[in-house]
């Protein structure tokens, strides 16, 4: 990926096309308090803001809005995407400085609102179907956020690739990082490209880092909240990254297929399947095994989290808090008169038959008191492999909680613009590591 020019070009179109977004249910402005209005039935319509992450996420969201909606007899809920990760964020700020709050919001950094006041408290006849676990009361005692899937953790950031190649050539799955590297070098002595992975648009570059840096984030501890708290708070150092850094890098030069700087996440599907690459990276865990079969019906698809050195998959699952994501109701609902119908449509979400739906679209439904009657989906093609590593004995749960106080999330952005030009040879890493201690000291202050 090159910057300068090209990049800004694109963060203008970004910004423009979130802009759009927001404003094209609603005008935008003071006027938007009445912008939910009635549907052609005489109910009420609901806008749902969500960030589109994977195809697998929008057909879920598609999914559960339709079932809803043909059963609902409160109104209409619209299903309204907007661009996930850093642009996500920033359509987010300019949404709450337009005053054009939906319903129902797909929230990131929801402590940031429910501090100003921007969220409505979610009811108890929405968070009793729950599980106890799979939700948290704010500081005030008021729940804000509820989850939109299984809190799975990070398992979804893995490995899929070719089971009938693994076959044929008499490759294994990797149980060591050692293991990892010959797989690679055995696929390259084949005359093939071992890896696939993306990073056009910046945030699929932690598939690949992520992996390899949980090596790092285990060693701190989740009674002060991980690693980047610790970092936060003076107790670890930026210079620790250096290593999974090198790592990734190491990968990028010698087994990554070439163009990986513009290739697109959804992309890395089809380089896979019509035999491009062996495997591919992704954060999609189920949903990305779904796209395959969708692109390629019999193309026999597997799953692995690449191991540490002593064999252990390290995956980030934080517990459940401020820094959680998931789903909310605004402060303006209650304004326009639409509170009543987002609740509702949190009930068919939370129930049986709204958690069936999302199953059957391919997204691992949330926790909910009644889980032992959800139809689990284990059709997909490959599905095995997920839900045995849930079950791995090697698999180690870590937190790394996002520190609250500053701007962690303009940190993070930079952090994967960051590291893309280490590894496309554009900075050293010393340089590199300089920068991130600088925007890190900039964005993010000692935490409480």
């Not at 109910?43 to 994977?54: E, S």
């Not at 609102?113 to 676990?133: F, M, N, R, W």
Request: charged share 20%; net charge negative.
């Amino acid at each position: 990926m090159t910057y300068g020019f090209a990049r800004n070009v694109k963060r203008a179109i970004a910004a423009v096309s979130a802009v759009a977004a927001l404003c094209g249910v609603a005008a935008c402005g003071a006027g938007s308090k009445t912008a939910s209005s009635g549907d052609a039935n005489g109910g009420k319509t609901a806008r749902f803001l969500y960030a589109t992450g994977d195809e697998t996420w929008n057909a879920t969201v598609k999914a559960v809005v339709d079932a809803y909606n043909k059963q609902s007899t409160m109104g209409t809920v619209v299903a309204e995407p907007l661009t996930a990760g850093s642009d996500y964020a920033t359509a987010m700020k300019t949404m709450d400085a337009t005053n054009n709050w939906p319903t129902i919001v797909d929230m990131r950094d929801y402590t940031t609102y429910a501090k100003a006041g921007k969220l409505a408290p979610i009811p108890s006849e929405v968070t009793d179907l729950l599980q106890d676990d799979a939700y948290a009361p704010y500081s005030d005692g008021n729940v804000y956020l509820v989850p939109s899937s299984a809190n799975n953790g990070e398992i979804g950031i893995n490995i899929v690739y070719n089971k009938d190649y693994f076959n044929e050539h008499d490759l294994e799955v990797p149980t060591t990082w050692d293991e990892f590297i010959k797989l690679m070098d055995d696929i390259k002595a084949n005359g093939d490209t071992p890896l696939a992975t993306a990073a056009a648009e910046n945030w699929p570059s932690d598939q690949i880092f992520k992996p390899i840096a949980n090596s790092v984030f285990a060693k701190h501890s989740a009674e002060h909240g991980g690693y980047w708290m610790d970092v936060a708070n003076g107790k670890a150092s930026l210079d620790e990254l250096k290593e999974p850094m090198e790592k990734v890098k190491m990968l990028i030069d010698n087994y990554v297929l070439s163009g990986w700087q513009s290739t697109q996440d959804a992309q890395t599907t089809t380089l896979l399947v019509t035999g491009k690459t062996v495997m591919a990276t992704t954060s999609a865990g189920l949903g990305r095994l779904k796209d395959i079969n969708k692109v390629k019906s019999d193309f026999n698809a597997g799953m692995f989290l690449i191991p540490d050195e002593e064999g252990n998959l390290n995956v980030v699952k934080n517990a459940v808090g401020d820094t959680s994501t998931g789903l909310a109701l605004s402060a303006q609902s209650k304004e326009n008169g639409t509170y009543d119908l987002g609740v509702d449509f949190l009930k068919y979400f939370y129930s049986v038959e709204g958690s069936n739906v999302v199953e059957q679209s391919g997204t691992i439904s949330a926790n909910i008191k009644d889980s032992d009657k959800v139809t689990r989906n284990e059709s997909i093609p490959g599905s095995e492999d997920y839900f045995n590593l849930l079950k791995n004995p090697k698999l180690k749960w870590i937190s790394n909680e996002s520190p609250t106080e500053g701007t962690f999330s303009s940190f993070n952005s930079f952090f994967r613009q960051a590291r893309v030009a280490y590894q496309d040879n554009q900075k050293d890493l010393d340089t590199t590591i300089a920068e991130l201690k600088a925007e890190f000291a900039k964005d993010v202050p000692a935490q409480n």
